[in-house]
């Protein structure tokens, strides 16, 4: 995902949320840096004239790769890896069910889960390697943002973590959680 997205159409969380998905597409479709291909995307995403792929194809392409880890392929000492921690989940129920469910989760081997620990996958990875996440994890990871901003009301927000820039680290955010942390009280 090489491509910025253009400020004067991504403003919102919901338009970062199809960015990446439309970059997610034009990856797949081989056409990674075709600007044309990715913004066509994005806008028949936003205009909902093209649906995004069911949760049910995420777990089917788990079954086909096997039980491995996501991160490193291995298939040694394999647990479930929530893409969001649930301890984000804050005090709203919604958020807290989301952030349980299988939609946020993949399989990791022991090192590679604990060496994300409590972070979000944007966290772990950081951003200079941000463009090594793995596309099962980053199909899921969107799908699971809209579903958590559309939740707590805040898809259409500008800037959900408050840092003065919309990008990838304000789509796993809970409000409610954000505000615990910067209050000190978690």
């Not at 997205?5 to 479709?29: E, G, H, M």
């Not at 889960?113 to 090594?132: A, H, I, L, M, Q």
């Not at 805040?154 to 809970?174: A, E, F, H, K, R």
Request: aromatic content about 10%; overall charge positive.
């Amino acid at each position: 995902m090489a491509l910025k997205p253009p400020r004067k159409f991504v403003s919102t969380v919901r338009d970062l949320i199809f960015w990446f998905y439309a970059q997610l597409i034009a990856n797949s479709a081989g056409f990674p840096d075709n600007y044309a291909f990715v913004m066509s995307r994005y806008k028949k995403l936003k205009s909902g004239e093209m649906k995004w792929s069911s949760s049910i194809r995420d777990h089917l392409i788990e079954w086909d790769r096997g039980k491995v880890c996501v991160y490193c392929g291995s298939d040694k000492c394999l647990s479930l890896d929530h893409i969001i921690p649930v301890s984000r989940a804050g005090v709203d129920p919604r958020v807290k069910i989301l952030l349980e469910s299988l939609d946020n989760c993949v399989w990791a081997c022991r090192s590679c889960n604990s060496k994300k620990g409590d972070r979000d996958v944007f966290e772990w990875y950081g951003p200079e390697r941000v463009y090594e996440i793995p596309r099962l994890v980053m199909s899921k990871f969107l799908k699971l943002s809209y579903r958590l901003h559309e939740a707590q009301g805040t898809l259409d927000l500008p800037d959900p973590n408050m840092d003065g820039v919309l990008d990838i680290y304000d789509l796993g955010v809970v409000i409610t959680d954000l505000i615990l942390r910067k209050s000190g009280r978690k």
